[in-house]
C-alpha cells in the first residue's frame, strides 16, 4: 500500500515557475514507479511525466517537453515535478501516482495508488 500527498500548486503569471512534491509513505514507494498526471475542467486525465524506480530514467509528454522536469528522492520518499515557463494551458488539477512496478508508464490505468491532487493554474 502506498499513500500520496501532493502539495505545491497555486497561482502563477505564465513564464513562472512551481515546483510540485508528492509525499509518498508505505514500504513500496522505493520500489514503485511515479508518474505525474493532470486533469483540465471538461478535459480527461492525462499524462505529463514518468520515472522509474531509480530516477534512472523519465518520460515526459510532447506537451510539457524541455519545461517539466520530474524527479525524485527516494531517501525522502518524494518525487517533484518542476515546472517552467507555465502556460495557461498548463492550468489543472495535477496528480501523482505510483505504479507497482519498477517500470514508468504513461497509462493511467497502470498506476494504482493517486493522491487527491494538488491545483495549478496560470493567468495569462
Known amino acids: 500500500q502506498v499513500q500520496l500527498v501532493e502539495s505545491g500548486g497555486g497561482l502563477v503569471q505564465a513564464g513562472g515557475s512551481l515546483r510540485l512534491s508528492c509525499a509518498g509513505s508505505?514500504?513500496?514507494?522505493?520500489?514503485?514507479?511515479m508518474g505525474w498526471f493532470r486533469q483540465a475542467p471538461g478535459k480527461e486525465r492525462e499524462f505529463v511525466a514518468a520515472?522509474?524506480?531509480?530516477?534512472?530514467?523519465?518520460y515526459d509528454a510532447d506537451s510539457v517537453k524541455g519545461r517539466f522536469t520530474i524527479s525524485r528522492d527516494n531517501a525522502k520518499n518524494t518525487v517533484y515535478l518542476t515546472m517552467n515557463n507555465l502556460k495557461p494551458e498548463d492550468t489543472a488539477v495535477y496528480y501523482c501516482?505510483?505504479?507497482?512496478?519498477?517500470?514508468?508508464?504513461?497509462?493511467?490505468?497502470?498506476?494504482?495508488?493517486w493522491g487527491q491532487g494538488t491545483q495549478v493554474t496560470v493567468s495569462s
Open positions: 520515472i522509474n524506480r531509480s530516477g534512472g530514467s523519465t
Open positions: 501516482a505510483a505504479r507497482r512496478n519498477i517500470y514508468s508508464s504513461s497509462d493511467a490505468a497502470e498506476y494504482a495508488y
Open positions: 508505505g514500504r513500496t514507494f522505493v520500489n514503485s514507479a
